[in-house]
């Protein structure tokens, strides 16, 4: 079994900065692509950013320059440092994980998300 947990999130001005974390635990071989999704109330659950295990990064584009994403594979944790938050980034932020476990079978796991609300 893989559980990921996220932490990090709170209630933040309009302009200011806050670092979520996400830890893979369990029976895991491997960790590949993980990334951040957010849901805002009334919406769908849309992708924010992705790092594959070579550390590659991709970024929606209403957070290219203002979010990180970043990883260490030994700690299996993935970041998101979000700076410059606007109201608009107010949402749940679920972190996402491929994942090979020790009997060497791929699965995609989600946490159970961190509330983000961005508001002066």
């Known amino acids: 079994q893989v559980q990921l947990v996220e932490s990090g999130g709170g209630l933040v001005q309009p302009g200011g900065s806050l670092r979520l974390s996400c830890v893979a635990s369990g029976s895991i071989f491997s960790i590949g692509t993980m990334a951040w999704h957010r849901q805002a109330p009334g919406k769908q659950r849309g992708l924010v950013a992705t790092i594959t295990s070579g550390d590659i990064t991709n970024y929606a584009d209403s957070v290219k320059g203002r979010y990180t994403i970043s990883r260490d594979n030994a700690k299996k944790t993935v970041y998101l440092q979000m700076n410059s938050l606007k109201p608009e980034d107010t949402a749940v932020y679920y972190c996402?994980?491929?994942?090979?476990?020790?009997?060497?079978?791929?699965?995609?796991?989600w946490g159970q998300g961190t509330q983000v609300t961005v508001s002066s």
């Open positions: 996402n994980a491929w994942v090979t476990n020790i009997g060497r079978t791929l699965g995609n796991y």
